[in-house]
């Protein structure tokens, strides 16, 4: 049977550029009076690197949410330093009730409130199609329902009139999903007089980053290495299998502190069926947290029927599999953090369930994986 593999290098420079959009207003033209928090719609941005940023030949663009046209408003000649935020009036509207901050580069398009996309482009071209996603687009937000481009699967949140679509951490958080990126709340537009707020980087370095399938136990190996380390607290392994919705497949504890390589493994034992993406939140000591890249790994194992039973059970369960013959099969118990508690070979017979006693391990919640030949099946058993 065989395995897949993808490998992603995760070197990180010393000093790395980062502009975002960090927020979006296009509440400006409702219909009453000081029915609008502000008098013009706006698109923010931000540098959230560690390294200044030339703006010059740079452009924001606006599509609405199921269009392919795009409105260009050119950016200004300024070098953003890391930290910064810069700030682009849009279309006005009568009714709003307080004027933004002195912009830093100005258009006029007329933003919706509630759902449109927005690009950062490093060139001044406008963009063409539904969702231009390509080497000139520096950032992207898809937001409110009906909007057909996003980053990351789902779009953002959809503002209103009295709130604004706003990047998380002071424009820090970039996971590269649009809808748990953003949040729509109080609008609080900022230009490049704001004070600087440069985002904490910490201080951990990825080397590499590695996903296996192991096709005789349906699991996936996952390692990685880290150059150096400080004040890192662990590193929590998420897997999905659409790039928007994301659960936690194990936890590792970190170092904390090292200007060495450092290796870590841990293993996803409940991978689902055909492609499955990996990536790494690292979490430091003060709950601050970084994403690394995005790497995938199909699996092939076959499933079949596979039921383990009571559960929640006081210890003792019993196994009941489709096989359609006696056969020689593999039994395997591990708790929560991956631990492997229990390894058993037996002969299985669908006349009469394999019986296995967890009763020695104490409350909590395992993992009974089964598996014969290229048929596999995990299930979660909780023991009370």
């Not at 029915?35 to 609405?64: H, M, R």
């Amino acid at each position: 049977m065989a395995t897949a593999l993808l490998a992603i290098n995760l070197a990180v420079s010393a000093q790395t550029p980062k502009v975002v959009i960090s927020q979006f207003y296009g509440g400006a033209g409702c219909g009453t009076a000081n029915c609008s928090t502000y008098k013009n719609d706006y698109i923010e941005i931000y540098n959230s690197g560690s390294a200044p940023q030339s703006l010059n030949g740079w452009s924001v663009q606006y599509s609405a949410a199921s269009g392919t046209a795009w409105q260009v408003t050119s950016l200004t000649n300024v070098t953003l330093q890391p930290g910064q935020y810069y700030l682009i009036a849009e279309g006005s509207g009568a009714n709003g009730t307080n004027a933004i901050p002195t912009p830093d580069a100005s258009g006029t398009v007329a933003m919706s409130a509630t759902a449109a996309k927005i690009a950062l482009v490093n060139t001044t071209t406008a963009l063409s199609g539904s969702c231009p996603l390509g080497p000139t687009v520096v950032d992207f937000v898809g937001y409110g329902a009906t909007a057909t481009c996003n980053e990351g699967g789902s779009n953002a949140p959809s503002p209103s009139t009295t709130t604004a679509g706003v990047r998380a951490g002071n424009g820090c958080t970039d996971a590269g999903v649009n809808s748990t990126d953003f949040t729509a709340t109080t609008p609080n537009a900022r230009n490049t007089a704001t004070s600087i707020a440069p985002c904490t980087v910490l201080p951990v370095s990825f080397v590499s980053f590695k996903a296996q399938y192991q096709p005789a136990n349906n699991s996936v190996s996952l390692s990685w290495s880290t150059a150096q380390e400080q004040n890192a607290r662990e590193f929590v392994v998420e897997r999905s299998t659409d790039g928007s919705t994301w659960t936690s497949a194990a936890r590792v504890a970190a170092t904390g502190n090292t200007n060495g390589t450092t290796n870590y493994t841990a293993t996803d034992l409940q991978p689902r069926q055909g492609p499955n993406l990996y990536r790494i939140r690292q979490v430091d000591i003060d709950g601050r947290s970084m994403y690394t890249g995005i790497i995938g790994v199909k699996t092939s194992a076959k499933s079949f029927y596979f039921r383990v039973f009571p559960n929640p059970t006081e210890g003792t369960v019993y196994i009941n599999a489709a096989l359609a013959a006696p056969a020689p099969v593999s039994i395997r118990v591990t708790d929560m953090s991956g631990r492997v508690l229990l390894t058993e070979q037996r002969m299985f017979n669908a006349a009469q369930p394999l019986k296995v006693d967890l009763s020695a391990f104490g409350r909590g919640v395992y993992f009974v994986a089964l598996a014969s030949g290229e048929f596999t099946g995990t299930e979660k058993v909780t023991v009370y």
